[in-house]
Structure formats: structure tokens, C-alpha cells
């Protein structure tokens, strides 16, 4: 069956550190692969989509990468700051994946100053 | 832009009674999509409908869920009769397209807290 992991322990780094998350996918091909933020008592954000074709994506502090040989994604945030403090949810996708759009359980990333 | 609406926010019952759950789109949108997530983990998908019609149900649990979409609009979500295990946030989202078609995010409410004693 397809399975999603991330790591369930939380990553503590300090400020200015950059943060790198992990995502591993068996049993299926995804087309992209979504992140998403999420703070406590609240629903996820959307971060960023990366396609299959793409190996790399940017937007201002955040990288994602898409290793479709490893069936890895990784997720990079520079000069971390206490405010990105949160859970980090990937979310592969496509129609390999039945058409939806299946969760990690997430890793929580905590910035201390 | 108004974003997705969800009630109650929190909601606690006994076991083996019924409850509710409202979610109003973002305007616009095609698919919405009801998720569970049990604390610690990550967001479970329960159905996913686009317009009115019912794209995937395959995880809902239907001897107990069920949920409908009016008019492609508003959708509601019900379990009857609840079990302790349902406690859970129960998660709205929508998008404009399909999840599987890669066009684009999925925007969430904030979800409704449920607590089944």
C-alpha cells in the first residue's frame, strides 16, 4: 500500500539554522508533491507545489526538492526564524495516487531564538 | 477573498449520538473535500466531491458517515452514531480543480473540534 513518512520527532535548531525536513514516499509514483504549514488549532497552508519534472523550487526562504529516483522530498528552510516555529505536512499527488491528495503525519519544527 | 467556513468550531457529545459538521466553500471552487485528523497526525481524507458529485468516499467509514454537497455549494458531514475513536478535528478544504490534477492548492477552514465522551 502507499505510505507517506516524515519524521515524527520534532526538529528543534536555532535561529538562523538552516531547517531541512524529509519526505518519503514507497509504493507509488506521485506527479507533484504539495507542503503544507500548519499551526496549532489551525487548518494547513498551502506552501509550495513541485512537480515531478522539477527538481528544485523556490519561494523567498523555502526550497523544496523532488527526488523521483529516491522517492524523497526535501524541504529547506534558511535563516530559520522563531516564527517558523510549526508542522510541516507533505502531500504527494497525481493520478497515480488515485487522484488525491494523501498526508504525511507531518513534522513539528520548532526555532528557538 | 473570504475563505472556508466551518461550524461549530467545537463540538463535545456522548458516545452514540449524532453530530453535524457545516462547511462553506470558497466561492468558486470545484471540489471540496473532508478531512480527519486525529491529534498527532496528519490530515485523513474521508471524501472528496467535485460540484456535487462524489469523486472518491473510499476511506468514510459509512456505516456511520455520510456527507452531501447541495448544489455544489455547501456540504455537511454527519456521524451517527458517534464512537470514542471519532474524536478527531474535522477538516474542510476546496480548490478549483481536482487534487489529482496538480493545478493548484488546497485551501482549508479551520477546522471543527470533535470530542466524543
Known amino acids: 500500500s502507499q505510505k507517506i513518512e516524515q519524521n515524527s520527532e520534532a526538529l528543534n535548531i536555532q535561529e538562523g539554522k538552516t531547517a531541512t525536513l524529509t519526505c518519503n514516499y514507497t509504493?507509488?509514483?506521485?506527479?507533484?508533491l504539495q507542503w503544507y504549514r500548519q499551526d496549532p488549532g489551525r487548518g494547513p497552508v498551502f506552501l509550495l507545489l513541485i512537480r515531478e519534472n522539477e527538481k528544485e523550487k523556490r519561494k523567498e526562504r523555502l526550497k523544496v526538492t523532488f527526488d523521483t529516483t529516491l522517492k524523497q522530498s526535501l524541504f529547506h528552510i534558511t535563516a530559520s526564524q522563531p516564527a517558523d516555529s510549526a508542522t510541516y505536512l507533505c502531500a504527494p499527488g497525481g493520478a497515480d495516487a488515485g487522484n488525491m491528495l494523501t498526508f504525511g503525519g507531518g513534522t513539528r519544527l520548532m526555532v528557538k531564538p | 477573498e473570504a475563505g472556508v467556513a466551518q461550524s461549530p468550531r467545537y463540538k463535545i457529545i456522548e458516545k452514540r449520538q449524532s453530530v453535524a459538521f457545516w462547511c462553506n466553500p470558497i466561492?468558486?471552487?470545484?471540489?471540496l473535500y473532508w478531512y480527519q485528523q486525529i491529534l498527532g497526525q496528519g490530515p485523513k481524507l474521508l471524501i472528496q466531491f467535485q460540484n456535487n458529485g462524489v469523486v472518491d468516499d473510499s476511506q468514510l467509514p459509512k456505516d456511520r458517515f455520510s456527507a452531501e454537497r447541495l448544489k455544489g455549494v455547501d456540504s455537511t458531514l454527519k456521524i451517527q452514531p458517534a464512537k470514542l475513536e471519532d474524536s478527531a478535528v474535522y477538516l474542510c478544504a476546496s480548490s478549483w480543480g481536482l487534487a489529482g490534477d496538480g493545478t493548484g492548492e488546497l485551501f482549508f477552514g479551520e477546522g471543527s473540534r470533535l470530542t466524543v465522551l
Open positions: 509504493n507509488y509514483s506521485p506527479a507533484y
Open positions: 466561492s468558486g471552487h470545484a471540489t
